[in-house]
């Protein structure tokens, strides 16, 4: 039964992940107002639930947790222009910038097998900027959303690689989670003054406290308590289930629908990443970390990553 539960909390972070791209689309709030108050709220659950979130801290949070606040910043920004689809799956692409950059920040070699994997992932990410779709009520700017969802890849992929050299250091123990705290904060603040001052109905504050409590919050302790149990393909796995549901709900709550080349585009990269996953998996098998975030997608935030 325990192993039911670690299985199904994954399940349901990757489900509260998921939502980001509906709910931040289903407010009239600004970009800079969605990203400072849901990371405000994140926080606050954050540090009153989890434990871990209330010790390890270091100097080396803030650089990671400045990477984590861009990413989730710019997920909300390029998710307000553009598609929820197009967000998620460009954000998705930051494996390929975490193999790209890991020689120079990590002394990590690129291996043969990895180039197939980053010409894949490189072709998806070209593919949504194929078409010219018009401008449609939930994504006003699909070319600028675009290009902010795929810098989000970026400062994702350094987020990554900021954990990487967390948990590599002498004496640490892999909690993650005053990262997590900590690039909240951050998201927080520097957005702050250009989200005041603040005129919102009620169902814009509803959102917001969905976002920070749900979609972040309560997200990022399912998955700190279940990742650490499941094996990392299996994790993996499951934790696709965010890029999958993210266009359903956008298609769902505002019948938002992703062009076709988008599509395409997010199939190469989705499986081009469980291909990598699986294949990698048979040389080495990391022992998930307690509270480690979510894979590339979750991005959650996301976003999750976002």
Not at 53 to 70: D, E
Not at 112 to 132: K, S, T
Not at 141 to 150: C, H, T, Y
Request: aromatic share 8%.
């Amino acid at each position: 039964m325990a192993q039911v539960r670690h299985r199904l909390q994954l399940l349901g972070a990757a489900l509260f992940f998921s939502t980001g791209g509906a709910a931040v689309k289903a407010t009239t709030l600004t970009s800079w107002q969605v990203a400072s108050f849901r990371s405000a709220v994140a926080v606050l659950v954050v540090l009153l639930v989890m434990r871990e979130a209330r010790r390890g801290w270091s100097w080396h949070a803030l650089p990671v947790g400045a990477a984590y606040g861009a990413t989730m910043v710019l997920f909300v920004a390029g998710n307000k222009l553009t598609t929820a689809a197009n967000a998620i799956y460009l954000q998705a692409t930051a494996p390929l910038y975490v193999l790209l950059l890991s020689p120079l920040l990590l002394r990590e070699k690129i291996r043969g097998r990895d180039l197939a994997f980053m010409a894949v992932v490189a072709v998806g990410m070209l593919l949504f900027f194929v078409e010219r779709p018009a401008a449609a009520a939930t994504a006003p700017n699909p070319g600028l959303g675009n290009v902010l969802a795929a810098v989000s890849g970026v400062c994702w992929a350094l987020t990554i690689i900021g954990f990487r050299w967390m948990g590599s250091r002498p004496g640490t123990d892999g909690n993650t989670f005053p990262t997590v705290v900590s690039g909240n904060a951050i998201a927080f603040l520097v957005c702050l003054p250009m989200a005041l001052p603040a005129h919102a109905a009620p169902v814009d504050w509803a959102v917001i406290g969905y976002l920070g409590v749900f979609q972040v919050g309560v997200a990022y302790v399912l998955l700190g308590k279940g990742i650490r149990h499941v094996p990392a393909v299996e994790a993996s796995t499951l934790l696709l289930l965010e890029p999958a549901l993210n266009p359903f709900w956008a298609w769902l709550v505002h019948g938002e629908r992703p062009g076709i080349w988008s599509v395409a585009g997010g199939v190469l990269i989705m499986g081009a990443t469980l291909a990598k996953t699986v294949v990698d998996s048979r040389t080495r098998e990391p022992a998930p970390t307690d509270g480690e975030p979510a894979p590339v997608d979750a991005t959650a935030e996301s976003p999750g990553t976002e």
